[in-house]
């Protein structure tokens, strides 16, 4: 007679997205003659470039050729992938990042959610709050996060850091000492960023106190200031206290193809000397079998110059409606933050509304959808996110609708 592991019977209610995906659903049927704009998406809607798409039809020919099939990749994944990241990713940065420390895997997703498992049980994590949720629910199945009150939705052994209005949404140096601290920026949802100086702080103190960060740097493409750093290697000391994390998804449109990367520097140890590089790459070589190597060709061609050209001007076409939703709801007499190097824009509801009831609202009256800020975390309560990724189109109709409420 099998059990199951007790320990996912612990992750609270539904799924956000599926939860708002119902609500706007019902809404629809209700009211088939109205027309509703989504801007609640983390999606990007963007075909891909035309370099990758070139080197896709290319990579689909090679493996149909005896001469240059490929069968399982190598376990870290391509050396000419892996050497295009560390050159173009870390080099041109003045980032010291080597090409054995960087694991290709099929996203961020999946690397965020499995890399806990080599750390022990009794860990405490600290997570921003709000937070994108895989990090929580990943350590709430590994049986790390204690016991869940839902009133206040938090967990007994994680560490919080809230991300308000009153920090401008940047974590502050928890009292408790954690063991591993995740960090997000540019962060979904809040579309916030930390200067260079403020990310050093965050890696002085875990070598301090022998905490490991991972940093979540998902949004990178979309930074546009110059003191925000694009990786946590620009930071000293960060070989010895950080893991990075990054997507093809969100900088080069391959949330459908899938494709990332995580660097676990080799001199990451842990306090008893455990390499966490010969760690990862133990998991990595015995739980996954690599990203395809059409895919993983049509990485590289990111990295080429037509490449960068190309999805530089797919960023620049989501930035502009970010910067559009920023002013037209900042003219509507909104407050709003984020939206200036990440996708997202974070707003707080008027009159201390609920981030449910003004998302009911927004959908009444302007048949706009969002997400509510209290899905990603008690602090995000009162604020609501809204996203670049529509069609300038959308995004222009959705502003008109909402200033017009
Ligand atoms: C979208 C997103 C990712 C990317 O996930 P993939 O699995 O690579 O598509 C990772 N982290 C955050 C915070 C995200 O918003």
Redesign the pocket.
Known sequence: MFKVNEDYLKLPGSYLFSDIAKKVAAYQAANPDKSIIRLGI??VTQPLAPAIIKRLHEAVDEMADAKTFKGYAPDLGYEFLRKAIVKNDYEKRGAEVYIDEVFVS???????GNIQEIFDRNCRIAVCDPV?P?YVDTNVMAGRTGTYDAETGLWSDVIYMPCTEENNFAPEIPKETPDIIYL?FP??PTGATITKSMLQDWVDYANKVKAVIIY?A??EAYISEDDVPHSIYECEGARTCAIE?R????NAG??GT???FTVVPKDLKSSDGVSLNALWARRHGTKFNGAPYIIQAAGEAVYSDEGKAQTKEQIAYYMNNAKYIYNGLKEAGYTVSGGVNAPYIWLKTPDGMKSWDFFDYLLDKAQVVGTPGSGFGPSGEGYFRLTAFGSYENTVAAIERIKAI
Not at 106 to 112: F, I, L, N, P
């Open positions: 983390g999606d099929d996203g961020a997703k999946s690397d965020s994108y895989v997000c962060n979904n979540d998902a949004y994390i997507s093809f998804s969100k391959f949330t899938r494709l990332g």
